[in-house]
């Protein structure tokens, strides 16, 4: 196959068989983005599918379930009452920080320790320094 030439080009001819390398990359990257494309959009209505199947399910579900009890409730005190929903069980507040034990109390803690023999007299004043001093 030959090009045309300028004025001043000599023709190139390229083999018959042979595809453009250019012409290659370009192809095939078209061809992979349309195929990624046409991809995501069959994920995309497959997905649509499962969510309106799993709609579908739940309605049915919460129909049937009204129905049952709009059956019960009419027909009347022959049958046991329907049992209450168990409602979510209230957890008390969490309470707040332990309260801070005084003073006085921290030291007789402390003189407790010294009489128990848990403590020296050098560690129980280092710690009652502690305590008077703040820090």
Known sequence: MFMRRGPMMRPVVRPAGAPLLRGMLVGG???????????????????????????????????????????????????????????????PPAPSAPPVPSLADQLTQLAALVQQGLMTQEEFAAAKAKLLGGG
């Open 29 to 91: 990257t078209a061809y992979a983005a349309g195929r990624s494309v046409a991809r995501r959009a069959q994920h995309e209505q497959d997905q649509n599918a499962a969510i309106e199947d799993l709609q579908a399910q739940s309605q049915a579900q919460s129909q049937t379930q009204w129905q049952a009890q709009s059956q019960t409730q009419w027909q009347g005190p022959a049958q046991a009452p329907p049992q209450p929903v168990p409602s979510v069980p209230q957890t």
